[in-house]
């Protein structure tokens, strides 16, 4: 039973049953092969994906082991986001209530800073 409800659970209830993840931990995740990064208040195991990103694998191996919610949004609109939200391992325990709340806008797919 404690089997079931470990892999039940976690997809029913996931922000009561998401592990916590803490900012140096993330910091361990930097290298090819072992990515994680922190968008909002969720972290994202990158490290299979990478090769498969549209802006190329170099692009995450340099944020790798960070928060890079505002690297993320100035390119990326939220609904990236849902489309890979089975990447999402935990959450980061310095995220802030209003950071985890705030839903960025963007109706530009990709944004140009001259």
Not at 17 to 23: K, L
Request: proline share 4%; charged share 25%.
């Amino acid at each position: 039973l404690a089997q079931v409800c470990a892999s039940v659970l976690p997809s029913i209830f996931p922000a009561v049953m998401a592990r916590t993840i803490t900012a140096a931990e993330l910091k361990e995740h930097n290298k090819n092969g072992d990515l994680w990064l922190a968008v909002g208040a969720d972290v994202y195991d990158v490290s299979k994906f990478a090769k498969l990103h549209p802006g190329g694998a170099k692009v995450l191996e340099e944020l790798g082991g960070r928060d890079v919610t505002s690297e993320f949004f100035e390119l990326h609109r939220t609904d990236v986001l849902k489309k890979y939200k089975k990447l999402i391992i935990g959450r980061l325990d310095t995220a802030s209530k209003e950071a985890e709340l705030a839903k960025p806008i963007s109706a530009v797919r990709f944004a140009w800073i001259p």
